[in-house]
């Protein structure tokens, strides 16, 4: 055994150096410490083996549950996407079953059917002044093409005419009128009304009232009438009056003054215009005319003047068919008129009439 120290030679089984006195080891505890080496090191290498195992094992883990995350996370988008796409698409198909559905009014333009549109869009052509009250309209249900006014359509119309109506003030908006169902409308500025004019929304007879008359008018007895833009009457304003048949106007007084001075003489002569001027207007629509003026003063002289009684209820029916374009309608005089002439008073019977043909002139 050598020291380790100083090399010296010692005997095998000494314990200590005999110069340095350094202890020694036997060669059994030498094998021993190298065991315990041994049996470390390979617990180390097991130890690290085990670790990158079980790393290799936690790592397969964790992609393995990264993967299944990322696939139930794929399907749950998916599914969510498929579900969202499904909804929005009947979604849009009921908004457009709804729409076209909703889409039912038609009207009439340049005498052609356009539409179909929905209640809203009804609204909006009717706010753009587009369609009017009296433009033709019609939706399923119909029997025939009506006036917009006369339609469910009118309260959107009737709505317009209000938004209007606030849109002046109060000391320009003074007319006011009464529409088909006896309604009082307004008030309106007097361009107002004569746009309602143009459109046939007012006609002739319409009544008419503004601030300082006494009572409600006739439209055709109003200076909106005596209007500078509307000299010439209301076929100015009408739509479509563009074949007015023009019959004579007479000065009733005139006519009156003339019959007494003739002794009857010329009234005979006034039944004689008068029952021409009937029948001219009825000619010029292809009605049913009455009898010639000149068979009809023929019989008027041989009955006596009896047959004045038939003539004047005949002539009051003939005038109350024609109808206008711009909505002026006839009242039926033809009982009155022959009434009087029962009591000897025909020639207030022929100014009745006179009366009658003298606005037709002026305002149909």
Same mark, same amino acid.
């Given at each position: 055994?050598?020291?380790?120290?100083?090399?010296?030679?010692?005997?095998?089984?000494?314990?200590?150096?005999?110069?340095?006195?350094?202890?020694?080891?036997?060669?059994?505890?030498?094998?021993?410490?190298?065991?315990?080496?041994?049996?470390?090191?390979?617990?180390?290498?097991?130890?690290? !083996?085990?670790?990158?195992?079980?790393?290799?094992?936690?790592?397969?883990?964790?992609?393995?549950?990264?993967?299944?995350?990322?696939?139930?996370?794929?399907?749950?988008?998916?599914?969510?996407?498929?579900?969202?796409?499904?909804?929005?698409?009947?979604?849009?198909?009921?908004?457009?079953?709804?729409?076209?559905?909703?889409?039912?009014?038609?009207?009439?333009?340049?005498?052609?059917?356009?539409?179909?549109?929905?209640?809203?869009?009804?609204?909006?052509?009717?706010?753009?002044?587009?369609?009017?009250?009296?433009?033709?309209?019609?939706?399923?249900?119909?029997?025939?093409?009506?006036?917009?006014?006369?339609?469910?359509?009118?309260?959107?119309?009737?709505?317009?005419?209000?938004?209007?109506?606030?849109?002046?003030?109060?000391?320009?908006?003074?007319?006011?009128?009464?529409?088909?169902?006896?309604?009082?409308?307004?008030?309106?500025?007097?361009?107002?009304?004569?746009?309602?004019?143009?459109?046939?929304?007012?006609?002739?007879?319409?009544?008419?009232?503004?601030?300082?008359?006494?009572?409600?008018?006739?439209?055709?007895?109003? !200076?909106?009438?005596?209007?500078?833009?509307?000299?010439?009457?209301?076929?100015?304003?009408?739509?479509?009056?563009?074949?007015?048949?023009?019959?004579?106007?007479?000065?009733?007084?005139?006519?009156?003054?003339?019959?007494?001075?003739?002794?009857?003489?010329?009234?005979?002569?006034?039944?004689?215009?008068?029952?021409?001027?009937?029948?001219?207007?009825?000619?010029?629509?292809?009605?049913?005319?009455?009898?010639?003026?000149?068979?009809?003063?023929?019989?008027?002289?041989?009955?006596?003047?009896?047959?004045?009684?038939?003539?004047?209820?005949?002539?009051?029916?003939?005038?109350?068919?024609?109808?206008?374009?711009?909505?002026?309608?006839?009242?039926?005089?033809?009982?009155?008129?022959?009434?009087?002439?029962?009591?000897?008073?025909?020639?207030?019977?022929?100014?009745?009439?006179?009366? !009658?043909?003298?606005?037709?002139?002026?305002?149909?």
């Amino acid at each position: 055994m050598i020291c380790p120290k100083c090399q010296k030679e010692l005997p095998e089984d000494a314990k200590f150096c005999l110069e340095c006195g350094t202890p020694l080891e036997s060669k059994e505890s030498e094998l021993e410490n190298n065991e315990v080496k041994e049996i470390k090191e390979e617990v180390v290498q097991e130890t690290v !083996t085990d670790e990158s195992e079980t790393q290799e094992v936690t790592e397969d883990e964790t992609e393995t549950q990264d993967e299944v995350e990322d696939d139930s996370k794929s399907l749950e988008e998916t599914s969510e996407e498929e579900t969202v796409e499904e909804i929005q698409e009947e979604t849009e198909e009921t908004n457009e079953e709804d729409v076209h559905s909703n889409k039912i009014w038609y009207y009439v333009s340049n005498n052609q059917s356009v539409g179909p549109f929905s209640v809203e869009e009804m609204e909006d052509l009717i706010e753009n002044k587009t369609i009017y009250g009296n433009t033709y309209v019609w939706k399923s249900g119909l029997k025939d093409w009506i006036y917009l006014k006369n339609s469910d359509l009118a309260t959107y119309l009737q709505k317009e005419e209000t938004n209007a109506k606030t849109e002046t003030t109060s000391e320009d908006a003074s007319w006011f009128y009464v529409n088909s169902s006896n309604q009082q409308m307004g008030p309106y500025t007097e361009e107002e009304m004569v746009q309602f004019i143009k459109e046939g929304i007012i006609t002739a007879n319409t009544y008419v009232w503004r601030s300082g008359m006494m009572d409600w008018i006739h439209c055709k007895d109003s !200076t909106l009438f005596d209007r500078p833009s509307g000299a010439g009457g209301f076929n100015n304003y009408a739509n479509g009056n563009t074949n007015k048949i023009f019959i004579e106007t007479r000065s009733i007084p005139v006519c009156i003054i003339l019959s007494i001075v003739t002794c009857g003489i010329y009234n005979l002569y006034w039944i004689y215009r008068l029952a021409k001027d009937v029948n001219t207007l009825n000619a010029a629509q292809q009605k049913p005319t009455g009898q010639d003026a000149g068979m009809v003063i023929l019989l008027y002289i041989i009955t006596c003047g009896l047959y004045g009684i038939y003539f004047y209820w005949k002539v009051g029916k003939l005038v109350k068919q024609l109808q206008f374009d711009n909505g002026y309608y006839v009242e039926d005089n033809s009982l009155v008129m022959m009434l009087l002439c029962i009591f000897g008073l025909g020639l207030i019977s022929n100014c009745i009439l006179q009366s !009658t043909l003298n606005d037709i002139q002026r305002y149909a």
